[in-house]
């Protein structure tokens, strides 16, 4: 992944995450006031030379991005159904390592969803478009076309199903959404159990 950084476009991607992270606003908890949404601002920002950090690894305990408990681990507690977070493993708070934590009902799940990954119903995604980049969100409202939870984009109205994989149901991106490998450590915190299982963000050519 440290070539994907290196790319000459990449410090515009960057640009264009941070803006997106003014506009995503919906379904998260996190952003339920404007001083939490301040706090976005503050505290979120995508480093501007370089996206590069430690990759997730197995063991990483998954921490609150934003809001008043940011830094805080993750339990299967902390998020209500139906709702979703933004996460970061702990210690290795950089773009690329966004992770949107999703808490559904397990039995709603189908594969090509790694049904293995699931701790409780929380899934885990990359929260980076893999459009251009830009950080999605989430909501439980169906939809016309879309009578589901949905991952969203903002910038081009990129949908993925969380409940499949995140494939792509509408809109440009070109791949799902890579998901992370979760599970329960002993002390109950939701932590990674390997790396995403696919590159994160877009590819050169936008495949
Ligand atoms: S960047 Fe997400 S749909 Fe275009």
């Not at 251009?132 to 969100?137: D, K, R």
Request: proline fraction near 13%.
């Amino acid at each position: 992944m440290a070539e994907e950084h290196e790319r000459p476009e990449h410090t515009h991607q960057a640009g264009m995450r941070r803006r997106t992270l003014l506009r995503w606003v919906v379904g998260v908890g996190a952003f339920s006031s404007l001083a939490a949404l301040a706090s976005v601002l503050g505290t979120v920002k995508p480093p501007q030379t370089a996206q590069r950090g430690e990759k997730i690894k197995a063991g990483d305990v998954l921490v609150f991005a934003l809001g008043q408990n940011k830094g805080a681990p993750l339990t299967p507690t902390s998020i209500v159904p139906q709702q979703a977070v933004l996460a970061f493993p702990q210690g290795k708070a950089v773009q690329d390592n966004l992770i949107i934590l999703i808490n559904l009902r397990r039995s709603q799940f189908i594969p090509p969803t790694h049904l293995n990954w699931l701790p409780d119903g929380y899934v885990a995604y990359s929260a980076i478009c893999t459009h251009l980049g830009c950080t999605v969100g989430f909501s439980h409202e169906p939809m016309p076309g879309v009578p589901y939870p949905h991952i969203h984009c903002p910038c081009h109205q990129g949908m993925y199903n969380p409940l499949a994989g995140a494939e792509v149901v509408a809109g440009p991106p070109p791949r799902p959404l890579p998901q992370l490998p979760l599970v329960l450590n002993a002390k109950g915190e939701l932590v990674a159990d390997g790396p995403f299982d696919g590159p994160v963000g877009p590819l050169p050519g936008g495949r």
